[in-house]
């Protein structure tokens, strides 16, 4: 266990943890007290300590989502998918009038979208509880708008498939995706912040006065 420490930075009382909770199998046992570890355990804890320090996740989550790693039964495609809900905020709107009206609007722009297949995905749910908000606070403007934002997620999705690529080696599928879109979404807040900077200072009137 010390060697599998030194290979992947993680201390020893962690490595135990990790064993404790289901996250790492055991080692293969070559005597009292003592256990060989190979390269799958170097592969799986630097997956796990990826999770836990990178993509913010629990203990619980990475417990989940090991198992359908481990489950042969689970294909690929599913398996992305769940590795992808894990990062995803799991949001419940509050019932009432505003919450329905959201629910219309997001229905009628996953029709018109054609994305009715990622309609039970978690994500919905904040969603809905957004325009919910909004809509409640009389900002229509964004909810207008939500086509405009559809259609910029859109192309910033198709960019996430093409950095991707063909993943075929379901531990990296499963970094790719969890740690993919919490950095992404990273990278678009602050690319987003920026923009909005430089498209104020387009639209502001020149503060300057000339020499005289």
Request: negative net charge; glycine residues 10%; proline residues 5%.
């Amino acid at each position: 266990m010390a060697e599998l420490s030194e290979t992947t930075g993680v201390s020893v009382p962690t490595i135990k943890y990790y064993l404790r909770e289901g996250l790492l199998e055991p080692g293969r046992p070559i005597g009292r007290n003592q256990a060989e570890y190979g390269p799958a355990h170097v592969k799986r804890l630097r997956l796990v300590r990826a999770l836990v320090e990178y993509g913010g996740l629990g203990i619980a989550a990475i417990r989940d989502l090991t198992g359908h790693l481990d489950n042969p039964r689970v294909a690929l495609f599913e398996l992305m998918g769940e590795a992808q809900k894990t990062v995803t905020t799991h949001d419940s709107p509050r019932p009432g009038p505003h919450r329905e009206k959201a629910e219309r609007v997001v229905t009628e722009l996953l029709e018109r979208k054609g994305w009715q297949d990622a309609g039970r995905n978690p994500a919905i749910g904040t969603l809905v509880g957004v325009l919910a908000a909004l809509d409640e606070l009389g900002r229509r403007e964004m909810v207008t708008a939500l086509g405009d934002y559809a259609d910029a997620a859109e192309r910033i999705a198709e960019v996430d498939m093409r950095v991707m690529g063909d993943v075929e080696d379901r531990e990296q599928a499963v970094e790719i995706v969890a740690l993919g879109t919490r950095l992404g979404d990273a990278i678009v807040g602050a690319l987003r912040r920026v923009a909005q900077e430089h498209m104020s200072s387009k639209r502001a009137p020149d503060s300057q006065t000339p020499d005289s």
